[in-house]
């Protein structure tokens, strides 16, 4: 199993910026898919963004396209979110993902990704 542990959350006042870590334990995390997900208060988790093995192709939910990016360090099996220009609609737990079996594209989709952080809050306020 790949184990998953965010960091970086906290409480931002709107057009702030946070940059979120996501440390993996894993026998082969540069082969793994990473993708980021969050879940607001009564709402169902949604995808934010997602990175195949290399960092070389990533993908954004259009909700955050322009303002967040995605990266990678596969030397420190760490996955990165740099979210700038936050909203307080981006107020959610966020969680990290990763797809251990191959994969040759970014994947969206809760049900492709194998394993899950706790999560980290982020609160953006008005």
């Known amino acids: 199993q790949v184990q998953l542990v965010e960091s970086g959350g906290g409480l931002v006042q709107s057009g702030g910026s946070l940059r979120l870590s996501c440390a993996a334990t ?3 995390f540069s082969s793994y898919a990473m993708g980021w997900f969050r879940q607001a208060p009564g709402k169902e988790r949604e995808f934010v963004a997602g990175i195949n093995w290399s960092g070389s192709m990533t993908y954004y939910a259009d909700s955050v396209k322009g303002r967040f990016t995605i990266s990678r360090d596969n030397a420190k099996n760490t996955v990165y979110l740099q979210m700038n220009s936050l909203k307080p609609e981006d ?3 966020y969680y990290c993902a990763a797809r251990v079996k ?3 594209v970014v994947v969206t989709t809760i049900r492709d990704y194998d394993s899950w952080g706790q999560g980290t809050q982020v609160t953006v306020s008005s």
């Open 91 to 93: 107020t959610a737990v």
């Open 26 to 28: 894993g026998r082969a």
């Open 102 to 104: 191959p994969t040759i």
